[in-house]
């Protein structure tokens, strides 16, 4: 017989994992044991949370599903960060966790306990608060079956979290010769398919789409998820549209293109925020359409009563859910813009679409980004990013004012160029997120990582874990000294508390850690520096003197925002 743990790994091979992101402890250890054997490579960074948003960036970026596995009592914790921006941002992942049971003492809570019994806590209530879904198999039969069926639900429909936790015999047994009842083939019981819309919506949609005089596409995370560019430019051009993104959405669609406008809501471009304004037609795909998306539904932008919106999402809750809609498009996002490019005949063109999307795209530039003076302006930072980001390169943005800044001032040239935390927007993300990036594209595609000084902080450990592994991604700290986005929030008198940070020595952090520190703080020496870490096959690690007195919120707001009292984040 085998045991569980080499056969649940045999499992994880026959349904192609290349890596597990985790950290040892508890009965996963069991699992560590027999990864060594496998055709699996196992990365394994300084903790949970990092091991967390690299699963969940190598799912959002591959399609296939993120391993992230730890014990739980820190999976349920430090490592919730990546399994919420996989919930929120639509990521495939699976989690391989533990209970920390402890035999015929648990119903006595011992020692880190997290079955749920009376004196411990309940890691599945956890779970369950998070994950599409979660199994706690009893036998080891039902771990393998449980395995394959994380894996299937992690990509059904809209792709999210799975868990599965692994305790007890259920793991530490041995898989029986003859199983009661049998789990199936790994491959075969985790297959799936895509849905499709219906033939009458999608002619309706037609219809709608070749009658319109101004038609504007908004582009979401659903298009990155279904890798549906090719699909959607083909719509774009069949029915003249102007197209447009959300935060997640940003280089869905290359934002150098001529039917390019720019990202829309609160902190979005104004351009683009106006051409959906303007818009007679909405065709939404793969986007909810959240409040910072539709700022904060200001009524003189989205109205429904005066436009006619197609709305095409995965899920069917998701349609019309926001604002209603004249036609839902139920069904993957490749699948649904494939046949709408194939059964339109087009749209008029009246020259609208590409006339206002020029002059959106306007908005990517400002003053600022040709300034000279030092601290160096964040959009001028921005603006050299830029000048290294090829079709061949990733920016990972972390949350905070660094993300609103790369939004506005970033041009993407190419699809899947551009990947922010964007989720839950946690803190932190952007670091673990291009090591990853750079692990799954086997450091064949350059990767930047934009933080600011409080991001970066939290998981400047990744720095070392890209040393370890051989990798070489770029990390730039956009450095104001402080809780940037927080400390500008502040309109009274006084300070906020808690916002000031003490001068980090990031270069010596940088050359303890094995990397390349550089810090710069004359703008004419940015694009330089950035252009050799790019070239090079270690990494660097960029601190950029940055003017903190450059106020994000009251240099991008929307004017749609502003309409609504500019009150939210």
């Excluded at 085998?2 to 402890?25: C, I, K, Q």
């Excluded at 298009?223 to 003249?240: G, I, K, N, P, S």
């Excluded at 829309?264 to 037609?281: K, L, P, Q, Y």
């Excluded at 409040?291 to 904060?296: K, Q």
Aim: net charge negative; with cysteine.
């Amino acid at each position: 017989m085998t045991s569980t743990a080499a056969t649940l790994v045999e499992t994880l091979e026959d349904l192609g994992v290349e890596y597990v992101f985790g950290y040892p402890g508890g009965r996963v250890i069991e699992l560590f044991e027999a990864v060594p054997d496998a055709d699996i490579d196992l990365v394994r960074p300084r903790d949970e949370r990092e091991a967390s948003v690299m699963a969940e960036m190598y799912g959002r970026l591959t399609g296939a599903p993120g391993v992230l596995t730890g014990q739980g009592p820190w999976i349920g914790s430090i490592g919730m960060i990546g399994q919420m921006e996989a919930r929120l941002a639509s990521s495939p992942m699976v989690v391989l966790t533990e209970a920390s049971e402890r035999g015929e003492y648990s119903t006595l809570a011992p020692y880190q306990q997290a079955r749920g019994d009376y004196g411990g806590f309940s890691l599945p209530d956890i779970l369950d608060g998070v994950s599409k879904e979660w199994w706690f198999p009893r036998t080891p039969v039902e771990t393998i079956r449980s395995t394959q069926l994380a894996f299937k639900h992690a990509v059904a429909g809209r792709p999210g979290p799975t868990a599965v936790v692994l305790d007890g015999n259920a793991i530490t047994a041995d898989v029986p010769q003859e199983q009661t009842p049998p789990f199936w083939d790994a491959a075969a019981q985790a297959r799936t398919w895509n849905a499709a819309p219906t033939a009458s919506d999608v002619a309706s949609a037609v219809e709608v789409l070749e009658s319109a005089e101004r038609p504007v596409i908004i582009a979401g995370n659903g298009v990155h998820a279904a890798q549906a560019y090719d699909e959607l430019a083909a719509v774009a051009e069949a029915y003249d549209c102007a197209v447009v993104t959300s935060y997640l959405g940003k280089s869905t669609y290359p934002e150098t293109d001529e039917r390019a406008a720019g990202v829309i809501g609160s902190f979005g471009h104004e351009g683009a925020n106006r051409v959906v304004s303007e818009a007679d037609t909405l065709l939404v795909v793969g986007c909810r359409l959240n409040p910072m998306d539709t700022n904060w539904q200001a009524p003189e932008f989205i109205r429904p009563d005066e436009q006619t919106i197609v709305h095409a999402d995965i899920d069917t809750r998701n349609a019309g859910w926001v604002y209603p809609a004249d036609v839902g498009l139920i069904g993957d996002a490749a699948e649904s813009l494939a046949v709408l490019a194939e059964a339109g005949s087009g749209g008029s063109s009246n020259g609208w679409a590409l006339e206002r999307a020029a002059e959106a795209r306007e908005w990517f530039d400002a003053p600022e980004c040709a300034d000279d003076s030092a601290p160096i302006k964040p959009q001028r930072a921005a603006k050299a990013i830029q000048s290294v980001v090829d079709e061949d390169t990733i920016v990972t943005a972390d949350s905070g004012n660094n993300r609103f800044w790369l939004l506005y001032y970033l041009q993407t040239p190419a699809v899947r160029t551009y990947f922010g935390s964007g989720g839950v927007g946690g803190m932190g993300w952007a670091n673990p997120a291009a090591v990853s990036a750079a692990l799954a594209t086997d450091d064949e595609t350059d990767v930047i990582a934009v933080a600011g000084d409080g991001g970066f902080s939290m998981t400047m450990n990744s720095v070392e874990t890209a040393v370890e592994y051989g990798v070489a991604p770029t990390f730039v700290i956009l450095n104001d000294t402080s809780l940037g986005m927080v400390r500008q929030m502040q309109h009274a008198d006084g300070d906020i508390a808690g916002v000031e940070f003490h001068d980090t020595d990031f270069v010596g952090i940088a050359e303890a850690f094995g990397a390349v520190g550089k810090r710069v703080t004359e703008p004419g020496e940015l694009a330089g520096v950035l252009e050799s870490a790019k070239a090079a096959d270690v990494p660097h690690v960029i601190d950029v003197r940055i003017d903190r007195e450059e106020d994000m919120a009251a240099t991008l707001s929307s004017s749609f925002y502003e309409s609504v009292g500019g009150l939210h984040e």
